[in-house]
């Protein structure tokens, strides 16, 4: 049965932002995660910080941070000193960047880039002395912490990658069984690679989640989604049997910022890319009402897909303001479902000494 973390809180303030997380915990959510977004979000590990101070059990951690805003040793001290405030509940997720690292007029991180960054980091956390690149001796960090260090990835080398490096990966393929499916293979081929044990590498998925009634809205704003997977890799349309049927995506992109899946109008971008068909919009976000969305997320998650942690991405997601109706609703009417319909008890309060494997396994 998979723990459900969420990615979007009270923003405001790093109190009002520790005080929403409290609310979530006692909602009985497993993880809270904040994006890493300098120009629309204020710091994470301030927030995270004020957050461990306020709770007991739930998860905290970064979702998702790069290698091209911060250096990795930085990135490693700073979620150090989370773990000491929050020991045995804190994780870190890194990704490529993508729409973060373009406003700010940078590229997003390659895949070598990546697992340099995840393998400097967990030799840090775990207290080695590790090389880095024209430094002229080798660099220990002093208050290094148990912390997993996960990536977040969608495309197959990325995948395969964080298969032969990371504690844990997400998978952000949409809901389509097929896609799922390659994708936990990719993370075990990887793994199997660099002679890890693959049933080591923990496994979360995060879908995006049009919670509500309106599901003529929900259709036009999937199609934003689906446009937006197709956008970040186009061979997600592959294993499913998808063609895309429409204008290059280039030529689309001209029309909506930043992305398809970060557009200020949802429904308009959606419109953007309404020759999608019904099938195709099925096949990445989750969407409609509480026992819609709790059967979808059972026919994606059932029949042994190795799931860990489950985030439930609220679509749209604004950034600013203050608490959402959104965590309650799916804490209270789409979670019971799903763990009733799979025949599970919800997790126990995460811990890094048997959810996640050790640094040193297979590594």
């Known amino acids: 049965m998979p723990a459900f973390g969420s990615n979007r809180f009270d923003f405001t303030s790093p109190p009002a932002f520790a005080a929403d997380v ?12 904040i994006p890493s977004t300098p120009l629309l979000l204020r710091d994470p590990y301030v927030n995270l910080a004020f957050a461990a101070e306020r709770t007991e059990r739930i998860g905290l951690g970064p979702l998702i941070v790069n290698p091209v805003m911060r250096h990795p040793a930085v990135i490693a001290s700073s979620i150090a000193t989370v773990a000491g405030l929050a020991p045995g509940r804190t994780m870190l997720t890194y990704g490529a960047g993508d729409t973060a690292v373009r406003l700010m007029g940078q590229r997003p991180a390659t895949v070598a880039r990546l ?19 024209s430094a ?30 990371a504690d844990g990966v997400f998978i952000r393929v949409g809901r389509h069984r097929a896609n799922l499916s390659a994708a936990v293979d990719a993370v075990r081929a990887g793994a199997a690679e660099a002679g890890r044990n693959p049933d080591g590498v923990r496994i979360g998925a995060v879908f995006h989640s049009l919670l509500g009634d309106d599901l003529e809205r929900a259709a036009l704003i999937s199609r934003s989604l689906a446009a937006g997977y197709y956008e970040y890799s186009p061979r997600l349309f592959g294993p499913p049997g998808f063609e895309w049927n429409g204008p290059p995506i280039e030529e689309l992109k001209a029309k909506v910022w930043p992305d398809f899946h970060h557009a200020a109008d949802l429904r308009e971008s959606g419109r953007v890319a309404s020759f999608l068909p019904d099938e195709v919009a099925d096949a990445f976000a989750l969407y409609g009402t509480p026992r819609m969305i709790a059967e979808q997320l059972v026919q994606a998650l059932g029949d042994g897909l190795p799931t860990s942690v489950v985030v439930a991405h609220p679509m749209p997601a604004p950034l600013s303001g203050g608490r959402s109706p959104y965590l309650e609703r799916f804490a209270t009417e789409v979670i019971p479902l799903v763990r009733n319909q799979l025949g599970g008890r919800r997790p126990s309060r995460p811990d890094p000494a048997t959810d996640f494997p050790e640094q040193s396994d297979g590594v």
Do not use: N, Q
């Open 22 to 33: 409290r609310r979530a915990e006692h909602l009985g959510w497993d993880y809270a995660f």
């Open 115 to 133: 697992a340099e960054a995840v393998t400097l980091t967990k030799g840090l956390l775990s207290g080695e002395e590790v090389e880095v690149p």
């Open 136 to 165: 002229p001796r080798r660099a220990r960090l002093t208050h290094a912490a148990p912390v997993p260090v996960w990536i977040a990835a969608g495309g197959p080398r990325t995948l395969r990658m964080a298969g032969r490096v």
